[in-house]
């Protein structure tokens, strides 16, 4: 289940804020989003490692801070945005750790795409996913959610923070420069 | 992997998935070692409130409580009603006059020893006595 999100987690959420149930609904919150986010973590890093490791701390985090989720937000919207975060935060490490220009990231990135060996090996689908590699990390973001989830403009300004026109037009200029990309190789 | 199509576009043309693949039965496995992994979290941690059985008192409080709301109503209304009652007994003439001429003694100082010297009075005029008559 890639794309798809479940529209109604209200009986989720009921659960979740009972100590006596929390648990058992934490169990179905992962078994719900796990692979919706995993996607999502996959696509910004490139690496099935560290998407597994993200992943666990993305569960972690929102397990952690369950207390203070209040249900104003939709808890697809809470998760991603703790996914995101430890995306962007684990991108902002590796720049650190391997000392990366920000401007020389989609050659690393292209780098860690070759190195991942949980791929089917077709060479377009490499050459795509060099060319999502080479914008910046918020038009990626947003390229990856309507691209590959066909998420809603509407949640994905809940998510990201930002207006539906702005994220509009992010995606028209991610899918040029896309374009651009595959059509110069 | 679905793809989001492109009129004319070369996303469209390719309509290429981006080729990522997980280990078999890795999001089953990965739900089941997450839980496993679990650390109590502070909602669990929260004390869970006990639900003890409520008291004689608790639950007959209610009921004790509006039945002396009606015994205080009921007193009033009693109270009120008394108040009336002496009221319109010390203001009404016919039952003053009646309690007066119910006594004996009344009625002889009062009324008839006074209507009889004066009905006496006027026989004895109308007789051809006069005062004088009398020494009064």
């Known amino acids: 289940m890639k794309n798809g999100f479940p529209e109604d987690d209200t009986e989720l959420i009921a659960k979740l804020r009972d100590p006596s149930t929390c648990r058992e609904a934490f169990g179905e919150v992962i078994r719900r989003y796990s692979e919706l986010l995993y996607w999502q973590i996959r696509r910004m890093v490139n690496s099935h490692d560290d998407a597994n490791d993200l992943l666990q701390n993305t569960f972690m985090k929102a397990w952690q801070a369950l207390d203070n989720f209040r249900g104003d937000a939709k808890l697809s919207t809470w998760l991603y945005k703790i996914a995101i975060n430890e995306s962007l935060n684990h991108l902002e490490r590796e720049r650190r750790r391997q000392e990366i220009p920000i401007d020389n990231e989609s050659a690393s990135i292209a780098n860690t795409i070759e190195a991942d060996e949980w791929v089917d090996g077709d060479e377009l689908s490499l050459k795509l996913r060099k060319a999502v590699a080479s914008l910046p990390e918020k038009q990626r973001l947003v390229f990856n959610m309507k691209y590959f989830d066909d998420m809603k403009y509407e949640q994905m300004s809940e998510i990201l923070g930002t207006s539906v026109g702005a994220l509009k037009a992010s995606y028209h200029l991610a899918v040029k420069k896309i374009e651009q990309y595959l059509e110069g190789d | ?136």
């Open chain 2, 1 to 136: 992997m679905a793809t989001k199509p492109f009129n004319n576009s070369i996303l469209d043309r390719q309509g290429h998935p981006d080729g990522m693949r997980v280990p078999e039965g890795y999001f089953e496995s990965f739900a089941r070692d997450m839980m496993s992994r679990l650390p109590e979290n502070e909602l669990e941690k929260q004390p869970v409130k006990e639900l003890t059985p409520p008291t004689l008192w608790q639950r007959i409080r209610p009921f004790a409580y509006m039945a002396a709301m009606f015994a205080g109503i009921w007193c009033m209304m009693k109270m009120f009603a008394m108040i009336h009652q002496s009221t319109d007994t010390l203001n009404d003439p016919t039952q003053v006059s009646a309690g007066a001429f119910a006594q004996e003694d009344f009625v002889f100082d009062y009324v008839i020893d006074d209507y009889s010297n004066s009905q006496l009075l006027d026989e004895l005029y109308a007789d051809g006595f006069s005062a004088d008559d009398f020494n009064i």
